[in-house]
Each structure stands twice: as C-alpha cells, then as structure tokens.
C-alpha cells in the first residue's frame, strides 16, 4: 500500500535551486561554510549540471513530468 503522494519518487530539482539561494543568503549575510560543507555544495552543482535538463515533477509534484521552471512549463 503506497503512502503519501509518491513524491519521494519523484525527481524535483526546483530544490537545488532553493538550497543554493539559502547558501548564497548566509555567505553574503556574513555567515561562513566549513570547509566540508563547501565542497558537499561543489558536488552537489556538480550533479546538478549533469542531471538539469531531465524532466521533472515540478515543486507541485505533478504527475506529468516535464522540464519546469517554479511550477510554469518552459
């Protein structure tokens, strides 16, 4: 019996873009990244380069899966 909405099967990468403008609002508000922190950050830009132009669910978690950006089809 499936749970929930199935969203954790679904790929989402409006989420990258939030955890990167977080990351850029705490360096340039003064805050500091470890250095291990900076380099999980570097890898995961990293990956998100090579997996970008995949079609996605959408943060609405949508069932059609296409290549969003916020929610608005490109």
């Excluded at 955890?19 to 922190?37: C, I, K, N, S, W």
């Excluded at 830009?45 to 950006?69: P, Q, V």
């Amino acid at each position: 019996m499936l749970l929930g909405n199935g969203a954790q099967e679904q790929l989402q990468l409006g989420n990258y873009g939030d955890l990167f403008d977080m990351t850029l609002r705490y360096v340039e508000h003064g805050g500091a990244l470890a250095p291990q922190d900076a380099e999980w950050l570097a890898e995961a830009a990293d990956f998100l380069c090579r997996i970008w132009r995949l079609e996605d669910s959408s943060i609405w978690e949508l069932h059609d899966k296409g290549n969003y950006t916020q929610g608005t089809l490109r």
